[in-house]
């Protein structure tokens, strides 16, 4: 049986809430950045680039029915945008192959509160923000989908 | 697979000495093999070689890294100062990305301060959706206003520090600007004579007011008099 979006919830709070060092933080979205796969090029499609972002961050649904999966990767051009990627990895952790119900369960201030936000430049906020108003909007076009 | 007896089995020898009649106390002597054959011993100075050429490549790329990332610092400090510097701090943060190795704490500080920088050049890029904007409705003085109001680093696209420096130094957004100040400054003028003009007519009314009743008052007072008198 999979893990619940909680429970998924609550690993990454205990997480954030064991850091004792302001760095622990970076260190922790960088890994998640270097363990990340990226994605096949030819689903980097124009549709599926969030808006809003300072580099360009793709995110491909894929709805089976019950479950959507995402693919998330980050292009930065001549740069190596980690942080973002390390960001898109750690919504994955959250959002990734769980239903559309169950994403829309998540109080979108659940980042906020765990201080992901803090330290985080105006532009790497916002750019996060985007992320997951498109991962609420996917989960809500598949809920109405999957209740058709 | 290598081998320090050259692919012999020690029993090998043994025997060819058995054979020659070699013994010990009676019993064939034991096989003295040599410890390694040259061809080791040149596997091993190669591999000591590539061990201490990847130490001190390590410590070089360290090092190197460690410069690389001092420069930056210095010019990132220098430019919460002076604010173009933030272009050299970028462009030296981002000749970092070949360095062979970027320890986790720079590389840290490289992904904060470039997001830094970041955010600044989104600010710049803000104000020029509003400079731009109000030159398409031709309000010049608005959009020479978001130019020259800015203090920070230069840090648009070529083409769009083109339309920036095109409003900043154009004669005839200046002339336009000036223009608008010489008429606001007249109609400032006009208004201050206006307003004193209004000030004297009702101070003039206040006296001559004043100078009615006063006169009732005189008049008054005669009247009085006279028929106090009768």
């Known amino acids: 049986m ?44 124009e549709k ?46 959250i959002f990734n192959d769980m239903s559309p119900t169950d994403i829309l369960s998540v109080d979108p201030t659940f980042f906020q509160q765990i201080g992901l936000n803090v330290g985080l430049s105006p532009t790497r906020s916002n750019g996060f923000a985007s992320l997951l108003k498109q991962i609420y909007l996917y989960a809500r076009v598949f809920d109405a989908i999957s209740k058709k | 697979m290598f081998s320090f007896l050259n692919g012999k089995s020690p029993f090998d020898e043994a025997e060819e000495k058995l054979e020659a009649g070699e013994t010990v106390n009676g019993r064939p002597k034991l096989p003295q093999a040599p410890v390694m054959g040259w061809q080791d011993g040149v596997f091993l100075l190669v591999l000591a070689a590539l061990i201490a050429g990847g130490y001190y490549y390590y410590q070089y790329a360290k090092q190197k890294s460690a410069t690389m990332f001092a420069n930056c610092d210095a010019l990132y400090v220098a430019a919460e100062a002076h604010a173009a510097k933030y272009v050299d ?36 890029k803000d104000l020029y959706a509003d400079a731009m904007g109000a030159m398409a409705v031709r309000d010049t ?35 336009c600007v000036a223009a608008a100040a010489a008429r606001a400054d007249s109609i400032a003028k006009a208004k201050a004579v206006a307003d004193s003009l209004a000030q004297v007519a009702a101070e003039l009314r206040a006296k001559a007011v004043a100078d009615s009743i006063a006169k009732a008052n005189k008049k008054l007072a005669r009247k009085g008099k006279r028929k106090k008198a009768q």
């Open chain 1, 2 to 45: 999979s893990e619940s979006i909680v429970n998924r919830q609550e690993k990454i709070r205990a997480k954030f809430a064991s850091f004792t060092d302001p760095d622990d933080k970076w260190k922790f979205l960088l890994d998640l950045a270097r363990e990340h796969k990226g994605m096949d090029a030819s689903l980097k499609a």
């Open chain 1, 48 to 93: 599926f680039i969030i808006q809003g972002c300072a580099s360009t961050m793709y995110l491909v649904p894929k709805f089976d029915g019950s479950k959507i999966h995402f693919e998330m990767d980050v292009e930065g051009g001549t740069t190596n945008p980690l942080i973002s990627r390390g960001l898109g990895a750690l919504a994955l952790q």
């Open chain 2, 89 to 124: 701090a970028e462009a030296c943060y981002n000749e970092t990305w070949d360095l062979g190795f970027v320890s986790d704490s720079l590389e840290i500080l490289r992904q904060n301060r470039l997001g830094a920088i970041e955010d600044l050049r989104n600010h710049q």
């Open chain 2, 141 to 175: 003085v608005a959009a020479y206003k978001v130019v020259t109001e800015y203090k920070g680093p230069m840090l648009l696209s070529q083409g769009d520090r083109k339309d920036w420096n095109g409003i900043l130094n154009s004669d005839a957004v200046k002339a």
